[in-house]
């Protein structure tokens, strides 16, 4: 067990930094897929290092009792952990709302049933396109006809538990996401897309474009769209929420490096959200870590209420005292907290930066030049097939690098 500390004890704007509202819980690094658009670091979390059904079970504890809501299951693959079960358990036990962020590999209707039994409130499958070929391409392994199959299995259950076994269940719902990854590679058949998944009833669709960390920033000249399939794909989601309205809600917001202002990563550093990764080092973002001097506490040494009110890697650049201008001066500090402090030290080695995705940042040349780089060459490429992934990853190895699994 960590060892407690009083989260009162430092000064007056410390403890009354509000409480977190999540936790994200990258509970394994290890996973089927090879996704090239993944932001998961290039330096992956060990198997062995990974945190034990135990730690986890207090991890939940603690956030349950700081006050936080949700509990994010996520990875790698969440299902590569053979104690998800457990795991889901002791997060709704403690008070949260889970919520599985899966490929559904790993999955299948028992064990389904099983995790909802155990608490589980929501799951998210992505899916990589809506053509078999493109998708497995994307994805570095043939996973899509069983995303198909399992997302059926999901709408079954949902009808079962309601209509036909309330009493088993509880009559409890299982809420449904399907998340598309969108890019250069897959954008122009964003209609075939939507059209696709609205087949597999989700509530919630969530058209998410891919964000330039980990092996999507070293795959970013074959995953940045150009402003032409931008453009359309604007209008796509525009037709699909209106023709979609009351049935499939669409959550989509436009790609970084085409705002003319950043986002507000994480809701703000240090402001909403704890990410824990399998090795029980917390971060106030999942790209944490690319930061330099900066150094993250383990669950397995101090508890979560220390580390969020105390640490100095949570309090680095919480507020505005560390802004430079023009963020220090700008209207919109309070709500876009100046950008992504990671994306900034990626693209200009300065984690105090204005992010560069800022339309009024000094750097902002970086993003333009890269944007002009990609509306200069011609859109997408034709999926490959191969016989296996290494083979795969010797054919498109001038276009993309797979991701690779931890040892
Ligand atoms: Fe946000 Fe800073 Fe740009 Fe203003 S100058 S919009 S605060 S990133
Ligand atoms: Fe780290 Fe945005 S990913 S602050």
């Not at 899966?102 to 999955?107: C, M, Q």
Request: aromatic content about 6%; glycine content about 6%.
């Amino acid at each position: 067990m960590p060892q407690e500390t009083n989260p009162q004890s430092g000064s007056l704007q410390r403890a009354s930094v509000p409480n977190p509202l999540a936790l994200i819980a990258e509970v394994t690094h290890r996973c089927p897929l090879h996704c090239v658009y993944c932001s998961n670091p290039l330096e992956l979390a060990g198997t062995k290092a990974e945190l034990s059904t135990g730690e986890w079970t207090s991890v939940f504890q603690q956030s349950g009792k700081l006050g936080m809501l949700h509990a994010h299951f996520t990875g790698g693959e969440p299902l590569a952990r053979t104690d998800l079960t457990e795991l889901i358990a002791a997060a709704s036990a403690a008070g949260l709302y889970t919520n599985l962020i899966t490929s559904g590999i790993g999955l299948n209707e028992s064990r389904l049933q099983t995790l909802v039994s155990a608490g589980l409130d929501h799951i998210q499958i992505s899916f990589q396109d809506s053509r078999e070929e493109a998708a497995n391409w994307i994805a570095g392994a043939k996973a899509h006809a069983h995303k198909i199959e399992l997302s059926r299995a999901i709408r079954r259950h949902k009808v079962d538990r309601n209509e036909i076994d309330e009493k088993k269940t509880g009559g409890k719902n299982l809420a449904f996401t399907v998340n598309l990854v969108v890019h250069r590679q897959n954008l122009d058949h964003l209609e075939d897309m939507i059209a696709f998944i609205e087949q597999l009833s989700p509530e919630r669709i969530e058209i998410a474009h891919t964000q330039y960390y980990g092996w999507a920033l070293a795959n970013r000249a074959a995953l940045l769209p150009t402003r032409a399939q931008l453009e359309k794909a604007v209008a796509i989601v525009a037709a699909a929420e209106k023709r979609l309205a009351g049935r499939i809600r669409i959550d989509s917001v436009v790609p970084d490096y085409y705002a003319k202002y950043p986002k507000a990563c994480m809701g703000g550093w240090g402001r909403r959200l704890m990410l824990i990764n399998p090795s029980g080092k917390v971060l106030p973002c999942h790209a944490a870590e690319v930061l330099p001097g900066l150094s993250f506490e383990n669950v397995r040494e101090k508890t979560l209420a220390w580390i969020w009110q105390e640490s100095p890697s949570f309090r680095r650049f919480r507020g505005e005292d560390w802004m430079p201008e023009p963020c220090r001066s700008c209207d919109r500090r309070t709500e876009d907290f100046g950008g992504c402090r990671c994306q900034a030290f990626l693209l200009t080695t300065d984690a105090t930066a204005t992010d560069p995705a800022c339309s009024l940042a000094p750097s902002h040349g970086i993003v333009e030049s890269a944007v002009r780089e990609a509306n200069a060459s011609a859109a997408s490429t034709r999926p490959i097939a191969a016989s296996s992934f290494v083979q795969l990853q010797k054919q498109t190895a001038g276009l993309w690098s797979y991701r690779t699994n931890p040892e």
